[in-house]
Nanobody, 123 residues
Framework: QLAESGGGLVQPGDSLRLSCAAS????????IGWFRQAPGKEREGVSC????????YYADSVQGRFTISRDNTKDTVYLQMNSLNPEDTAVYYC??????????????????WGEGTQVTVSS
């Protein structure tokens, strides 16, 4: 299972750090992706990390503002989000797949989805 936390209501320009904690399995042979879905919009892949070699991927819309990282001692993956803007408002989810981030753009091949955490960016 995966569980997200860290969402909240922030103002434009603020930062948040989301956490994705794994329970019941170790992350060593997985890739973990972060996804978001805004009301009325399709789910989109935001970022992904392959745990084995720390390779990271980012959507163009968040490149340079978001950073994905892992803490293997805690089986947790983080998403540091800086310079947030209202277009980042969405429910954020994490999910996993074996080894690689292939297909993270849509998340269709990812599983073990968490319940999501709401991020709202508003002045």
């Amino acid at each position: 299972q995966l569980a997200e936390s860290g969402g909240g209501l922030v103002q434009p320009g603020d930062s948040l750090r989301l956490s994705c904690a794994a329970s019941g399995f170790a992350l060593d042979y997985y890739a973990i992706g972060w996804f978001r879905q805004a009301p009325g919009k399709e789910r989109e892949g935001v970022s992904c990390i392959t745990i084995r070699d720390n390779t990271t991927y980012y959507a163009d819309s968040v490149q340079g503002r978001f950073t994905i990282s892992r803490d293997n001692t805690k089986d947790t993956v983080y998403l540091q989000m800086n310079s947030l803007n209202p277009e980042d408002t969405a429910v954020y989810y994490c999910a996993s797949r074996v080894l690689y981030c292939t297909g993270y753009e849509t998340g269709n091949v990812f599983g073990f989805w968490g319940e999501g955490t709401q991020v709202t960016v508003s002045s």
